[in-house]
């Protein structure tokens, strides 16, 4: 029976008992997200292939059941296997789900161009942008795959691997141009202790994913220099603003960015010692340079690489991020880890959407603020808001 028809459990339908076909999906990339993915589309009865570029690690995977060197202690289901081979990891899937550091992606699409079929769908899992081009990841599979872009989504939200290994439950946002295929992924990336919602922002849930880490970076060096709740409540607040106007400036919603691809996405990461964009900020803000995290960190750190490429599209559409610019200069050591901060990152009086609503325009044009300030026009001029508003 080929692996796409194989059926796995049986379901109540209308007419009784009926066989659910088990989806033959792949994930590209066995560290600690691509393996936690796997899980949950293994646990949500899909039949997953997962590729590993090390043979060795494929193994483990397959005979063992574990991925030792990511996700330590956790058992993985009996039904996945890995394989070191990307023809036969991808085969016949339905589904190809990508989670590679971001900046090796561009060297893997020629190699995985020509196995992906007419109908398959891909799924980025990835959160960076393209070094050199500042090209989102869903981009760059769009241009290198040549496919179109209802066949790609991308899923993004407050998914630290390591808790849903452990099977500790949250949600995610999965995004598409195309509503049909943002829903058929929700509904194959969803299981007992992982939601999947749709959205069709793949703009805003894409920068979402890689705006948080550069502000999770900003979070882990105050964390570092011994500062405490009140500058880090501050950074994360200004920082979702400054997340918001720059989405917003490349066409994102901003709704979206106070969901969980954004303001989800922000807390767990700015708050956990399991994020590696805060871990590299602390050691930064504990007077490591920059080669010296790059060389301590084990696993991707996808914040170190995005700064500068989201710092070049702000400028090419004037946003000013002033809490990413300080990252950039304490990266590149022209800044004491200890000067970050807040209370230095604007030279107006009015932070964005802080402002009280006395029906003037905010100046400082926060996007953050605006659905609110429409709500409330709306309100005083007795008008009730819609869905759409
Ligand atoms: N970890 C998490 O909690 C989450 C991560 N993400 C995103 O998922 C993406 C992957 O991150 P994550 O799994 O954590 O990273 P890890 O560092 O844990 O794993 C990276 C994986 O990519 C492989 N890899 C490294 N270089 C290459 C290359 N040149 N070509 C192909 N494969 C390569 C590694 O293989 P090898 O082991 O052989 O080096 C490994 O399998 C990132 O964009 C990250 O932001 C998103 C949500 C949650
Ligand atoms: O994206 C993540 C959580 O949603 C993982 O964050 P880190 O890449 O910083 O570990």
């Known amino acids: 029976m080929a692996r796409t028809e194989r059926v796995a459990r049986v379901a109540r339908g209308k007419r009784g008992l009926v066989a659910v076909p088990t989806r033959a999906v792949t994930v590209l990339g066995a560290g600690s997200w691509g393996t936690t993915f796997a899980k949950i589309l293994a646990d949500g009865g899909s039949d997953v292939t ?70 398959t769908v891909v799924v980025s899992l990835m959160k960076g942008v393209e070094k050199g081009t500042g090209l989102r990841m869903s981009e760059v599979l769009e241009l290198g795959l040549g496919i179109d872009r209802d066949r790609l989504a991308v899923a993004s939200g407050p998914n630290l691997a390591l808790e849903i290994a452990r099977e500790q439950p949250t949600a995610a946002v999965v995004s598409s141009a195309s509503l049909g295929t943002a829903e058929s992924v929700a509904m194959v990336a969803s299981n007992r202790y992982f939601r999947s919602f749709v959205n069709t922002d793949v703009i805003g849930t894409e920068f979402g994913g890689v705006l948080k880490n550069l502000i999770a970076v900003a979070i882990g060096i105050v964390d570092g220099v011994g500062y405490g709740e009140n500058t880090k409540a501050s950074i994360i607040t200004r920082g979702l603003a400054e997340m918001t106007d720059f989405a917003v400036a490349y066409g994102g919603r901003p709704e979206t960015m106070s969901g969980l691809a954004g303001l989800g996405d922000l807390i767990a990461t700015a708050s956990s010692p399991l994020s590696r964009n805060n871990t590299a900020g602390r050691l930064l803000g504990q007077g490591y340079s920059f080669s010296d995290v790059v060389e301590r960190m084990h696993q991707t750190a996808e914040g170190l690489s ?84």
Request: hydrophobic fraction near 35%.
């Open 50 to 119: 997962l590729w590993a570029r090390r043979p060795e690690l494929a193994r483990e995977i397959t005979e063992g059941k574990r991925n030792s060197d990511y996700l330590p202690g956790v058992n993985l289901p009996q039904s996945i296997r890995a394989t070191a081979d990307l023809a036969d990891a991808v085969g016949q899937s339905s589904m190809v789900f990508v989670s590679i550091p971001s900046q090796t992606l561009r060297s893997n699409l020629a190699a995985l161009a020509p196995l992906i079929g007419p109908n």
């Open 306 to 389: 995005s700064v500068a490429p989201i710092l070049t599209l702000a400028a090419a559409r004037g946003v000013d991020m002033p809490i990413v610019q300080q990252v950039s200069q304490v990266l590149a050591g022209t800044l004491n880890p200890r000067d970050i901060a807040p209370h230095l990152t604007t030279d107006s009086l009015e932070p964005q959407g802080e402002r009280p609503n006395d029906g003037r325009q905010n100046r400082g044009g926060s996007a953050l603020r605006r659905p609110f300030q429409r709500a409330f026009d709306q309100l005083r001029n007795g008008r009730r808001g819609s869905p759409s508003d």
